[in-house]
């Protein structure tokens, strides 16, 4: 019996390595080549576990509650407050917090151990660098996560007993759970780059008293500043609210010059205060951060969620939370980020994965809202139908979507948010952050920006426990 197979034009379809289509097409042949990587990076262990998770309707009914408490969430600015008032277990001894998940003083990169060493200057636990270093090395300072203690900060993220804190309650919560945040220096020579030099430690002093009385007085006067509205009309305004704030901080001081003028702020200091405000465009970034970190908080703690409530990373590993465990880490070694970088620098210099503005696109901003700001692109490399596909393939591992959050380009959709982390490992599609680039030594500063994901081994590692987790409590 003769088959006409091999004598007829066929189209191949091709799924899995990418090289057995290239081979087709080299020889003459038509192939449709399929993205698509094996779920759970084909580990069979971890595909069983997410096999069985899947479709679980207790599953389900936990993240409908937490995606129904994370949008319900209503952040608001209350107060201007020093950390040590703020987070009282600084003021119990030295003790410091850091972006990303715990990691020890030997463990980090050159700008956290820069700002941790400027931090230690700024307090006057050390008169010197080299001093500064020994302390920390030795043990005589506590160090942990501002994630432990409800903050966030960018980059190293450093939040010392003295430095002042933005105070965001989330007014729909019924103990106006409160989450704190430290203030943007700015670009160039900054601490969260780990920047520690005389100049750094005077702008942080400045920060400390001056600008922070007058917004102290500034927000309690204005009787609370909501977030939300700032960051959904930013996004109609060019803004995605983690590298672009632009439009964030103009709208957060149409609100803050009032309540300046009405809380009788001195006109050389109000002056000042303007100035350093007006000249920072990244200056609403760690509100923005702490409306996130409020947002995903309300979504915690949930038994049987697979939602994620925190990304967060320490320039050396990458680390996530689930709502269904807690304040739990799952780590795994930070990616590094493809991007664009300043004149004079390369890769090579750059540190990995850094800082807690991750939370934004743990939120459904930042990377996830790419649509809405073309003028980001060519910051972080890439192009404007690049921004409306990450935006779009965000949705393939979300929960929902968050009406509160629109993209224009996008026809108005609500951003994608809600990611969980069987839909991660299900689809093999990464959370995609755009972020800034850090110089791997101290000081230096930004580099550049770009474009990374998170780790998928972080997500195995999430839900292996939370597999682990039902069952104990199962057997209990």
Known sequence: MSTTLFGEHTHVINIGLEGFATDITRAGGDVTHLQWTPPAEGNVDSGRELAALINDPEIAQANELAMSRYLAAQPVLVDVLPAAEAIPVLAANKHILHAGPPIAWADMCGPVQGALIGAVLYEGWADNADDAAAMLACGDIMLEPCHHHNAVGPMAGIISPSMPLWVVENTDSPNRERVFSNFNEGLGQALRFGANNADVIERLKWMGSELADALQAAVRHSGGIELKPIQA???????????????????????????????????DVMARVLAFIMGNDHFFLNLSMASCKSMLNAAANIANSTMVTVMARNGVNFGIQLSGTGKRWYQAPANTIDGLFFPSYSAEDAAADLGDSAITETAGLGGFAMAASQAIVKFVGGTAQDAIRYSRTMQDITIGSNPAFTIPSMNFSPVAAGIDARKVLDNMIMPVINTGIAHKQAGVGQIGAGITTAPASCFIAALHDFTQTRTGAAHD
């Open 233 to 267: 009309q930013a996004l109609h305004m060019g803004d995605e609210v983690h590298n672009r704030n632009a439009a964030a901080t103009g709208l957060l001081l149409k609100q803050l010059v009032p309540a300046l003028f009405a809380a009788n702020i001195e006109r």
